[in-house]
């Protein structure tokens, strides 16, 4: 799978999910840490890349246009140590994925996970 993870999230991220054979990319890489979030999403839908963020303003981004993906995994009202969230992501990917590889957004937060899919079946 493809990720592009933003800069509200550690590039642990990036390389615990290169580890295990991903392809991540921080958005540092490509020197957009000043980008706006519309530039992320466009970068992101044109590399065909999962986003990867702790920002909830690309949640509303997605939702107030209308727009059907990227897929995007948000980290919310948690804030364990970048190894935590790269290992509760990891944990979880298996079960997440075929939900991302339709289109969605997935929410991790304290105690439930939740996916709102872009076109459910």
């Known amino acids: ?11 642990t991220i990036a390389t615990a999910l290169r580890e295990q054979g991903h ?3 921080y958005l540092r890489d490509y020197n957009m ?8 999403f466009e970068l992101a839908r044109k590399e ?4 990867v963020s702790a ?3 690309f949640g509303s981004i997605l939702a107030l246009k209308g727009w059907k993906g990227p897929s995007l995994i948000l980290f919310r009202g948690i804030s364990p140590a ?6 509760i992501l990891l944990l979880n990917l298996q079960r997440i994925r075929p939900h991302l590889e339709k289109g969605c957004v997935v929410v991790f937060e304290k105690t439930r996970i939740r996916i709102k899919l872009f076109n459910p079946d």
């Open 1 to 11: 799978m493809k990720f592009l993870i933003d800069n509200a999230i550690s590039p």
């Open 82 to 87: 970048p190894p935590k969230q790269a290992e």
């Open 48 to 51: 065909k890349r999962i986003l």
């Open 23 to 25: 392809d991540a990319t």
């Open 55 to 57: 920002d909830a303003d």
């Open 33 to 40: 840490q000043s980008a706006k979030d519309s530039e992320v």
